[in-house]
């Protein structure tokens, strides 16, 4: 099992950029996909960015392609997403998981392990 825990959320202005961390511990951190999901008040949980075990690939959904940028130190066994040209829309509570699996997913039905999640604010 792995445990997650998000950190660098806070309130922002429309147009500023943050960088989210997600620490783990237990099984090898490489063993596992990594995803940053968001959900808004009132909202489902939606799907931000994943990266592959070795961090050789990414996916990432429509609404932040081209802003955000996933990525992973195996070596810290920290995950990261930067997140560049907020907007306000973009506020939400954004959780980092853990996918045990051969392929990546888009769906938060396919991850395992989640953080207890950090709140990002974009003011207009």
């Known amino acids: 099992q792995v445990q997650l825990e998000e950190s660098g959320g806070g309130l922002v202005q429309a147009g500023a950029s943050v960088s989210l961390s997600c620490a783990a511990s237990?099984?090898?951190?490489?063993?596992?996909?990594m995803g940053w999901f968001r959900q808004a008040p009132g909202k489902e949980r939606d799907f931000v960015a994943t990266?592959?075990?070795?961090?050789?690939?990414?996916w990432y959904s429509d609404s932040v392609k081209g802003r955000f940028t996933i990525s992973r130190d195996n070596t810290k066994n920290t995950v990261y997403l930067q997140m560049n040209s907020l907007k306000p829309e973009d506020t939400a509570v954004y959780y980092c998981?853990?996918?045990?699996?051969?392929?990546?997913?888009?769906?938060?039905?396919?991850?395992?392990?989640w953080g207890q999640g950090t709140q990002v604010t974009v003011s207009s």
């Open positions: 998981a853990a996918r045990d699996s051969r392929w990546y997913s888009i769906d938060r039905k396919g991850y395992s392990y």
């Open positions: 237990g099984r090898t951190f490489s063993n596992y996909f």
């Open positions: 990266i592959s075990k070795g961090g050789g690939s990414t």
